[in-house]
């Protein structure tokens, strides 16, 4: 047993489960959404796989310092030419330096091969958000159940009554929705859904939002006008008449990019249309 295979092999084993934790980590939804709805793979939620991840790194350094330091010579081989003296910029090094630089940027400009393996990242992302539901707004489960109804529009009076009725236990309205939902062995998301009939005014229709829902900007113009009931091809005809060009297919993200503007000027857009 010696240090420099203890090492190697340590390198070894945290790079395979940094492989892991890292498809891990690309596959899972968004902070709001696990948290609300209390994602977890393999039995561990997104905060631990985030922390294992990151000790994992932690450790990959440490054995790679050791594993430096212990083949020191080898390392300086690969970097002597043909007279055996040191050169740093060797063509060995220059390649693999352009390699790094070429992913770097090539991520900061947007291109491909680096752009798809982004795009495909959101896509499942979103994917997953959709599946397990976003939160009516950022860390809601953090809301006391007062404060929470309050956001939601819910009769907090009747939202404890609908809660109590379905064996929910709380203390009272100033405990935390995720700490309810801890206790009664749900997620904030599970909760929510029992509290939703006590929406103040709820007729079962949908009324637009006065400021956008998370994850309203990677929503499609077909989505949000089937979501709303809006009439696409007069909202369509609205964007144009204010010179944007707009696909049904297009998230609000994507057009306003396109178009040179921000997501919050299309979005007031579509509230003076959804509510005029």
Not at 43 to 51: A, D, E
Not at 199 to 227: E, H, L, M, W, Y
């Amino acid at each position: 047993m010696t240090v420099r295979k203890i090492a190697s092999l340590t390198m070894l084993t945290s790079f395979v489960l940094l492989i892991l934790t890292s498809i891990i980590l690309y596959i899972e939804p968004q902070g709001r959404v696990a948290y609300w709805s209390d994602w977890r793979f393999w039995g561990l939620s997104k905060t631990q796989w985030g922390n294992v991840h990151l000790n994992l790194g932690v450790l990959l350094l440490v054995a790679g310092i050791f594993h430096i330091t212990y083949n020191w010579k080898v390392i300086t081989a690969y970097l002597k030419d043909k007279t055996k003296r040191i050169r740093v910029f060797t063509g060995n090094f220059n390649v693999a330096l352009a390699l790094t630089l070429i992913v770097c940027l090539g991520t900061l400009l947007e291109l491909p091969p680096m752009s798809t393996i982004v795009s495909i990242g959101n896509s499942i992302t979103d994917a997953t958000n959709q599946k397990y539901g976003e939160p009516p707004y950022g860390h809601a489960e953090l809301s006391s159940l007062k404060i929470f109804a309050k956001k939601t529009d819910l009769d907090l009076k009747k939202a404890k009554i609908l809660l109590k009725g379905a064996g929910i236990r709380f203390k009272d309205e100033y405990q935390s929705i995720l700490q309810i939902a801890k206790e009664n062995h749900i997620s904030p998301r599970e909760l929510y859904a029992f509290m939703k009939e006590a929406a103040v005014g709820s007729d079962g229709g949908k009324s637009f939002p006065d400021n956008p829902p998370p994850g309203f900007g990677r929503k499609t113009i077909a989505q949000i006008c089937a979501g709303f009931d809006l009439d696409m091809k007069g909202l369509l005809r609205v964007l144009k008449e204010k010179g944007i060009v707009a696909r049904p297919e297009e998230s609000l993200k994507d057009i306003a990019e396109k178009n040179g503007r921000n997501a919050m000027s299309l979005f007031e857009i579509i509230h003076r249309v959804a509510t005029k």
